[in-house]
């Protein structure tokens, strides 16, 4: 079975803030790269949906994957879809 990989909006702003995170405290050409790398890493889930760790205690049907020993990523799989729902850095906040 195939399966697509859809990113939440809240994923996305978590990439985007990510990105610019990066940039400003190293090269924006290494942000750039780091997050080609972290989505790359998101559209992989379409190939083996199943894999990380099931995360029942935050909310059903909830898996993680590390990335980078750096990166949190969190999904579901519903049906025929990968859902990112949040992408965390370090243990940083959403908001800093």
């Given amino acids: 079975m195939s399966y697509s990989v859809v990113f939440s909006p809240r994923a996305k702003r978590q990439l985007e ?4 995170y990066l940039a400003e405290r190293f090269y924006p050409a290494n942000a750039e790269r780091y997050i080609h790398r972290l989505t790359r890493a998101c559209h992989s889930l379409a190939l083996m949906p199943f894999k ?19 990166v949190t990523i969190y999904f579901a799989v519903e049906s025929d ?5 949040s992408i965390l850095y370090g243990g940083r906040s959403e908001h800093e």
């Fill in 52 to 70: 990380g760790t099931k995360r029942d205690d935050l909310r059903p049907g909830i898996r993680t994957i590390g990335f980078e020993r750096r």
């Fill in 17 to 20: 803030r990510l990105e610019d």
């Fill in 81 to 85: 879809q990968v859902q990112i729902i």
